[in-house]
C-alpha cells in the first residue's frame, strides 16, 4: 500500500523576502498554478495505476500486497527515525509536529468516511 506516499505533490520553496516582495497578483498566479499542480498530480496519479500495474503484470512481475508483518516493521521502523530526527533535528521536530496536529485534527472526519 502506498501508505508513505498517497500521490505525489511537488513543493515550491521561495524565500520569504523573496515572496514578500512579489506583487500580490504574482503571488496569486503561483498559488494558482501551484494548487493546478497538484490537482492534475492527484488526478493523473490515480489514473495512470491501473494501466500501470497492468503493464508490469504482462511484463511478468507479480503484484501483491506486502504482508501486515512488513508493514508493521516499515512502520514501527518509520517511528524509530521519526523520534531519532525529532530529538536531533529541530526543524524536522517543528514540521513533523505540525503535520502530527493536523492529521489529529482530521481523526473524526477519516473514521466518519471511511467505508469499513
Known sequence: PGW???TT???LLINKKAWDSIEGSQQQ???LVCSDAVRYSTAHGLWDQP???QKIAA??????RLPDEVMSELRSTWEEVVEEQMATNESFARAYGSLMEF???QQQWNELQ???
Open 59 to 64: 511484463e511478468g512481475a507479480s503484484i501483491e
Open 4 to 6: 508513505h506516499q498517497r
Open 51 to 53: 494501466e500501470a500495474l
Open 103 to 105: 492529521v489529529k485534527s
Open 114 to 116: 471511511r467505508l469499513e
Open 29 to 31: 498566479l503561483i498559488e
Open 9 to 11: 505533490f511537488t513543493d
